[in-house]
């Protein structure tokens, strides 16, 4: 058992979350090149001439330079092995995010030092206060002009209901971003704008007591303005006590520009020392010890086509305990049938690099051939015991969807599942009509754009879409005892049901769901699905 926890316990895995366009992607490559993992990091912009980002795979990404699926990325720094897991930005997409950070043991949260907390950021930020998990904070783009740093730190407190403490504090921005303070060094580090995609550039360091290399640095304004905020800070921001941080209640904050590559490996040290190893995981037997117990991972994410070239399914599984190897069998709980995991593999954007090994706190992705869920759990054959579920989110948007070519019926069919069984859309009929009619349903608008393209590029299906007015769903818990067909509704109301023939009802109207619960007596409804 001892061999293997060492390896447990180098192992740090965390999700990054921000809003669109406050610099996580940029962030994430920075990682990756001091990691050596790339040697030069490419524009993210989805400009034609220029590099893409390595974490975004999918071609509509590319184009719209945006982050649409979750991609895993593995790297080694300085004795750690760290698993990233890239987060789409995009409020669209905010349900993969979700299960994204289900198999994350902290957060890293980027803000942009001009916009602050926005949607997005709040929205992702109650997941993860759900969940408990550590939050560290990178305020970006400090080399552009910037909110005041105390109305920022406000902000964060205010908005998202944490404390937070200034691990480093930035003097100036924009044209006058002089560098950040080090708190614990009690040193001034000054920025240096280094080549873009490089990781080597020159700073000084220099003693708070040294006041006249300050002077020379700085300025005399922006000096004074140090110290008079440095004095300020000392009043106003709370102690740094890693117990809170690890327990989700506080959050350390840094300042740095990750296009100018300024602060991110001060970053990454803090970050590294300040997040835990891999922590239990909650099962219906209790909490299972990722160094005690055997292997047993659980499924968060599932990619169809992430290879042109073999249409393939990919299945990625967190590790929870234990330690994989390829050779060994294992139990699907769910689908009660002992296996060996087929193609074992680690992903870097679309490269791929077989695995023989891997570790908890390590994400492997595994060859699909259709039998898995999200939610579901991989364990020993001799034990047997379910992770706690991955919750659905209820989808606000709905769209009848036809097929321009009815001869490729069986694409269609086939393709809408295989993007259905990845979590991003939600597939109903009509309840009279059965499968001529589909209706998807979407978490954001986004998606359909995303389905629409994903169905012509890999599946050579084209689509119409007809949007809906309907932006409630409710599921019909007692289903046993109601007949479906003769309730009384609302004219707003559709009735509908899942591929698993779950009776549904759409409304277009909040208050239409309060009114046909009160003509149809006995009725139950519930906002989530049954997995």
């Not at 809003?19 to 050596?36: I, Q, R, V």
């Not at 006590?241 to 990750?258: C, H, I, M, Q, Y």
Request: aromatic share 8%.
């Amino acid at each position: 058992m001892a061999e293997y926890a060492k390896e447990i316990n180098r192992r740090r895995t965390f999700a990054i979350i921000s809003h669109p366009d406050a610099g996580k992607t940029t962030l994430t490559e920075k990682f990756l090149l001091y990691g050596g993992a790339i040697n030069l990091a490419g524009s993210v912009k989805g400009k034609a001439t220029a590099r893409h980002a390595v974490s975004d795979w999918m071609e509509i990404e590319k184009e719209r330079g945006i982050s649409v699926t979750s991609s895993v990325l593995q790297f080694e720094y300085d004795g750690y092995c760290i698993n990233i897991l890239d987060t789409p930005g995009h409020q669209d997409f905010s349900e993969d995010t979700y299960r994204t950070l289900m198999a994350a043991d902290s957060a890293v949260m980027v803000i942009d030092a001009s916009k602050g907390v926005e949607a997005q950021t709040r929205k992702l930020f109650k997941v993860c206060a759900m969940r408990h998990i550590p939050i560290f904070t990178f305020i970006n783009k400090m080399d552009r002009d910037a909110n005041d740093t105390f109305d920022l730190l406000d902000e964060v407190e205010k908005e998202l209901g944490i404390a937070t403490c200034p691990i480093n504090w930035p003097i100036g921005s924009g044209k006058g971003f002089k560098g950040v303070y080090d708190r614990e060094k009690d040193k001034v580090i000054t920025f240096a704008d280094t080549e873009k995609g490089t990781k080597e550039g020159t700073s000084l360091e220099i003693s708070l007591s040294d006041e006249d290399t300050l002077l020379e640095n700085l300025g005399q304004e922006a000096k004074d303005k140090l110290f008079d905020e440095l004095e300020l800070l000392d009043g106003a921001g709370a102690e740094f006590d890693l117990e809170e941080v690890r327990s989700g209640n506080l959050t350390p904050v840094f300042f740095g520009s990750a296009l100018t590559n300024f602060g991110v490996e001060i970053f990454l040290r803090h970050f590294l020392d300040m997040a835990t190893t891999p922590l239990p995981r909650k099962a219906d037997i209790g909490l299972i010890d990722p160094v005690e117990q055997d292997f047993s991972a659980f499924v968060f994410k599932i990619q169809a086509n992430m290879n042109k070239a073999h249409r393939d399914r990919i299945a990625f599984m967190r590790i929870c305990s234990g330690k994989y190897d390829a050779a060994m069998e294992v139990k699907h709980v769910q689908g009660g049938r002992v296996m060996r995991l087929s193609q074992p593999q680690q992903i870097m954007a679309d490269e791929r690099k077989i695995l023989s090994e891997a570790y908890a706190g390590d994400i492997i992705g595994v060859f699909d051939p259709g039998i898995f869920s999200i939610g579901d759990t991989i364990c020993m054959p001799k034990e047997s015991f379910q992770y706690e579920g991955i919750p659905t989110f209820a989808p606000e948007h709905f769209a009848r969807v036809r097929q321009v070519d009815t001869m490729k019926r069986k694409q269609f069919v086939k393709g809408i599942n295989q993007i259905a069984q990845e979590g991003a859309i939600q597939i109903f009929q009509e309840l009279s009509t059965g499968l001529e009619e589909i209706i998807v349903g979407v978490v954001g608008v986004l998606q359909f754009e995303v389905l629409k393209y994903r169905l012509e590029n890999e599946y050579n299906v084209e689509i119409k879409l007809e949007q809906l007015p309907y932006e409630h769903i409710r599921w019909i818990e007692n289903k046993e005892e109601v007949d479906v067909q003769r309730l009384q509704g609302t004219s707003d109301m559709k009735k509908i049901q899942d591929l698993k023939g779950n009776p549904l009802l759409l409304f277009i109207n909040q208050w239409s769901i309060g009114m046909t619960l009160e003509r149809n007596e006995g009725l139950k409804l519930s906002e989530f699905g049954r997995n």
